[in-house]
DNA sequence: CTGAAAGCGCTTACAG
DNA sequence: CTGAAAGCGCTTACAG
């Protein structure tokens, strides 16, 4: 590769000259300018990064660790934060957990060995012991949609209690009676909150949320496949759920894999909604029924918010909220979004 | 940060001495190797990987170029790419091109500066001199799904065509006579060569392709909204296509939309097909008959040869093949895939 | 088995 | 306005 001494030579200045037209340093005349860009343009010549970021301490990187890029959610909130950061002139590198704590922690030990400015992350589990040091050591981070709890980072989410509530009205004004949900890891903060908001919200109209209508899923869609199966599975049917709502997409398209699966049809023998809009869910058959986030805005701001840090300003946390978008599958004829 | 000075001088070893326990060297005795590894734990102390790069003029870190996050094939393919390379002992870093070969070249760039090990992409558009010179200047490289002609690199790539052809015929079966394609840029390998193997294919059942049923999109859901409007608004309905073909998953999903918001229904009113299957084409309403790549296989064998190539050993091109899956949206009851 | 020293490719305070 | 030199955090050939 051609490094700055072969600039210097063929420019025949200094590389401390080399390096100042590089970065727009005022105090360099005009023509020897002029030779330094013509040599730069000459040999092809580009800086390796490596060298710059180890002088001055910086990388102009932000390392970002979503759960899983096989959810279309946390693609779509990946993409933003790219977007945004570009904009902003940084660049991103990104993890992907796949819902494991431990590759989640493999990707943040890679991240801050290539000395990153910042993380952004959306944590798989519940603590980790890895970034309370890191947070603590003073890596600007901040976490978007999921938190860990005594990491003390601003976290950038969505607030869904009242769409979640929103959900439940619309079930039961539907008639159903016997919702069930299929939660991600309590372990996450999203899998936590969305069947309290859920269980809460069911209270209000004077029902419970039994244990065996509590499906663990891990946010896959595997996870949703055997939760369904489970539900469908209940011995005697006055038990079984009427209506699930899965805390995910993926998690509800394992759902209508088991439901087809059994011959049974949405919403007539089970009503079926879900956390996340994605563009699919406009085609399905029938149409879901979603409480759809901000997801661009999320990342955007997420990436505000870690810039600030970067480059020592506060950075406040921020909370935006869902809403629930109905369709067909609860029964009923589509609405419009509320 | 804590430095591998730091290291040393609480061991009381030079920092070769911490250096070489670092990398496994074996000629340092056990007891020192303690007192080090001793000293790295109680420091919780990271070697630095851009000063370790810089030296060793190597990141164990590949580049990968995908044309587009937001559809789940590349998505699908960076997440194989991902756990191949990381099986063998490498880093990659994404970059999301969108679609345009601007973004793209910024990401190569980008990429190449922070001096990675080798490049895989998935080109966006035509020629990129920038791509030609990095190759021609020895940078590793190969090419997944989309490929450059004139570009000397292997090429891991999926031959679509006995699967474009299988869907003809299985259209021509089902009695459409009048089949359109939505196509992608003419620039793109994929863009031109899907179309090229409809068009061949319709000529062996004695039809043609007349240049209005072609319609020309960009890989992206708007422009599939858009071609499908353009067919549908065709003055003489004896002109208007019985059948599409959208030459990726997220203009079907345009296609979707646009076909919907007319109130008009799959297949009855029109026939529709996609390349590339997703999970989601069995639950939309008809599930979609689509054509389907070994896309993990295609991620794996495009690290490989990657690898091969930066270890300095020769890599051949690698072609696998695409299957037809047969299911409603061409109109008849659902068959099994072929 | 271990250390001193050179050097990877940059940036930047210090002189002139 | 420009250059010589130090130094970022590592690795590794060379001595001992």
């Not at 929103?166 to 039961?172: I, K, R, S, T, W």
Request: net charge negative; hydrophobic share 40%; aromatic share 4%.
């Amino acid at each position: 590769m051609t490094s700055i001494k072969d600039v210097a030579s063929r420019a025949g200045v200094s590389v401390a000259t080399v390096s100042r037209v590089l970065n727009d340093h005022p105090s360099v005349r005009q023509d020897t300018r002029d030779r330094v860009l013509a040599a730069v343009a000459e040999l092809g010549y580009r800086p390796n990064a490596l060298a710059r970021s180890l002088r001055t301490d910086q990388t102009r990187t932000l390392g970002l660790v979503i759960s899983d890029v096989l959810n279309p959610f946390f693609t779509e909130l990946a993409r933003s934060v790219e977007d945004e950061a570009r904009a902003l002139g940084y660049s991103v590198i990104i993890g992907n957990a796949d819902e494991q704590p431990d590759l989640q922690d493999h990707h943040v030990r890679t991240l801050l060995d290539r000395r990153i400015d910042g993380l952004l992350v959306s944590p798989a589990g519940g603590g980790s012991p890895l970034m309370l040091e890191a947070a603590q050591a003073g890596v600007p981070m901040v976490f978007v949609d999921r938190w860990i709890q005594g990491v003390d980072v601003p976290v950038v989410r969505t607030d869904g209690r009242e769409a979640v509530r929103d959900l439940v009205a619309h079930l039961y004004r539907l008639g159903h009676r016997r919702l069930a949900i299929i939660t991600g890891p309590a372990a996450t903060t999203t899998g936590s909150e969305r069947v309290e908001a859920f269980r809460d919200a069911i209270r209000e109209h004077g029902l419970t949320l039994p244990p065996e209508h509590i499906g663990q899923g891990d946010f896959q869609a595997d996870s949703g496949r055997r939760a369904t199966a489970h539900f469908l599975d209940m011995p005697d049917p006055r038990d079984r759920p009427d209506s699930i709502f899965a805390a995910d997409n993926l998690m509800a398209l394992g759902a209508m894999d088991e439901i087809r699966a059994r011959g049974l049809k949405v919403p007539d023998d089970i009503a079926l909604a879900a956390f996340d809009d994605i563009p699919w869910f406009v085609h399905t058959d029938p149409p879901i029924t979603a409480i759809a986030q901000p997801t661009g805005e999320l990342g955007r701001a997420a990436v505000r918010a870690l810039i600030d840090r970067v480059e020592g300003r506060p950075a406040p946390s921020v909370t935006v909220s869902a809403r629930l978008v109905v369709r067909r599958s609860c029964g009923e004829s589509e609405g419009k979004p509320r």
